[in-house]
């Protein structure tokens, strides 16, 4: 009987060895898609805010036609630009389970793209130096609060209702602002952007990391988690944009 029992014991090791290393991988991946998401939007975003830039300025543009960055910037154009990253987070939503796994990632890369361009006249309003310097700070942010989510012992899904409704609110205040154009209420958007985003951070990788454990026992569960790692590649990285944007808001340099 001993014997059986440190069988099973040394059997339930192997396991639990085998789910930590899965689990591994899996945030690796993870992590893995939304950094390349992160490069595809920060080029997008470089080149096209560069040609903003220089229209604005009178000077020549070098990657666009002065005439496409005035249809896309001066014209009812800019905001589909402005809108179609939300449009396109719901139909993620809506339509990952029917994708494959490769579908969902090219469909990721492509968001990851047009926000590029939805945000590139961040490189028109702020300082080179200052973008550079809030991404850096919000890279360790972002990693603090990850790595806190991932390795916590508490479990912080009970958050996610309170952090739901703040994104709710902070996502109609900016609309509603946009036509506003009130600098308080930008300020008091940002400020309490930078609370829930923190939170989604952490609370995000909690529930990534759930998942992965609940849908690994499951038949076809590695097929599942492939497409999960995908899904959670883009709500991290909406995290870390929108955490970057919030600060960039509070404490960047405007030209």
């Given at each position: 009987?001993?014997?059986?029992?440190?069988?099973?014991?040394?059997?339930?090791?192997?396991?639990?060895?085998?789910?930590?290393a899965?689990l591994?991988?899996?945030?690796?991946?993870?992590?893995?898609?939304?950094?390349?998401?992160?490069?595809?939007?920060?080029?997008?975003?470089?080149?096209?805010?560069?040609?903003?830039?220089?229209?604005?300025?009178?000077?020549?543009?070098?990657?666009?036609?002065?005439?496409?960055?005035?249809?896309?910037?001066?014209?009812?154009?800019?905001?589909?630009?402005?809108?179609?990253?939300?449009?396109?987070?719901?139909?993620?939503?809506?339509?990952?389970n029917?994708?494959s796994?490769?579908?969902?990632?090219?469909?990721?890369?492509?968001?990851?793209?047009?926000?590029?361009?939805?945000?590139?006249?961040?490189?028109?309003?702020y300082?080179?130096?200052?973008?550079?310097?809030?991404?850096?700070?919000?890279?360790?942010?972002?990693?603090?609060?990850?790595?806190?989510?991932?390795?916590?012992?508490?479990?912080?899904?009970?958050?996610?209702?309170?952090?739901?409704?703040?994104?709710?609110?902070?996502?109609?205040?900016?609309?509603?602002?946009?036509?506003?154009?009130?600098?308080?209420?930008?300020?008091?958007?940002?400020?309490?952007?930078?609370?829930?985003?923190?939170?989604?951070?952490?609370?995000?990788?909690?529930?990534?990391?759930?998942?992965?454990?609940?849908?690994?026992?499951?038949?076809?569960?590695?097929?599942?988690?492939?497409?999960?790692?995908?899904?959670?590649?883009?709500?991290?990285?909406?995290?870390?944009?929108?955490?970057?944007?919030?600060?960039?808001?509070?404490?960047?340099?405007?030209?």
């Open positions: 009987m001993a014997e059986f029992d440190t069988v099973r014991r040394a059997g339930a090791g192997v396991r639990t060895a085998e789910i930590d899965g591994r991988a899996h945030m690796n991946k993870v992590y893995g898609l939304m950094s390349v998401g992160l490069i595809v939007t920060g080029i997008v975003s470089y080149f096209v805010g560069m040609d903003l830039k220089s229209a604005m300025a009178g000077e020549p543009t070098r990657f666009l036609s002065y005439g496409v960055i005035q249809a896309m910037f001066s014209s009812p154009l800019m905001y589909l630009i402005m809108f179609a990253p939300l449009i396109m987070v719901f139909m993620f939503g809506a339509a990952v029917r994708m796994q490769s579908g969902a990632q090219m469909f990721f890369y492509a968001f990851a793209a047009v926000m590029g361009l939805s945000i590139s006249s961040i490189f028109v309003v300082t080179g130096f200052s973008i550079a310097q809030t991404f850096f700070i919000t890279a360790i942010a972002f990693a603090s609060l990850s790595l806190w989510g991932y390795t916590t012992k508490k479990d912080i899904s009970g958050w996610g209702s309170f952090l739901f409704m703040g994104l709710v609110g902070i996502i109609v205040a900016s609309i509603v602002n946009i036509f506003l154009q009130s600098s308080a209420v930008m300020f008091a958007v940002s400020a309490l952007g930078v609370l829930i985003f923190a939170g989604l951070t952490a609370y995000d990788t909690q529930k990534i990391k759930n998942e992965y454990l609940q849908v690994r026992t499951q038949p076809n569960g590695e097929a599942m988690a492939g497409k999960m790692a995908v899904y959670g590649a883009l709500s991290l990285y909406l995290d870390f944009i929108n955490l970057f944007l919030m600060l960039l808001r509070l404490f960047g340099n405007r030209n």
